[in-house]
């Protein structure tokens, strides 16, 4: 989830909201299958099936809707999504709906929409999660399952990025730098100051791809 928060707005800023959507999501889907190899065998299969399915069902609509709004208007709902996303997780919302296979279903659904339109389907999971009493050692694999078959599903939908060898190449050393360095950072940031950074710098994104959004119409 991490990742895509902070990545999504900058790459919009970049490539543009319909490039950087399948771009975060190849990306997004590599990265928790990594994360994946070492934490399978603590997936919790009857939670993580509503889940799924729902964000299954809801991948083609947000597909859909990126290939229909203009890129202003793509902007506008990217940002806004990632901003109120970011509010939603940094306030620790409590939403009793989310609970039991209702919340599981329901949380899926929107996260698999907001992956395959905007690149981000963590937080809704995160909030499914937070309100179900899990454990971060609980969460973390379980998330990671959740980020491989969302991603799987919206790169089936949405394709895969239009990049030359060359950039692709960038793409993975940049992966790799960030993961090497984030770990080395890891041991010396607190982890509520290195989540905050995190969300801080979602926010900022987020809110400068509405900006541009509404400058662009």
Known sequence: MGFALVAVPALVLLLGPAESVVLANCAAGAISVVGLAGGWRRVRPGAMV??????????????????????????????????????????????????????????????????????????????????????????????QFYGVIVNAFSVAANGVPRLGGARWGWVVAAMVVGAVIGRGLAEWIPEKRARLLVLSLALAGGVTAVTKGVWAL
């Open 50 to 143: 509503p889940l799924c399915v729902a964000a299954a069902c809801t991948v083609p609509v947000g597909a859909w809707l990126t290939r229909q709004l203009p890129a202003p208007a793509l902007l506008l709902v990217m940002g806004g999504l990632v901003t109120v996303a970011v509010l939603l997780v940094m306030r620790g919302a409590r939403v009793p709906a989310l609970r039991g296979t209702k919340g599981a279903v329901a949380a899926g659904a929107v996260g698999g929409f907001m992956n395959s339109a905007a690149g981000v389907g963590g937080p809704p999971v995160s909030l499914y999660a937070l309100n179900a009493g899990w454990t971060v050692r609980e969460f973390v694999p379980n998330a």
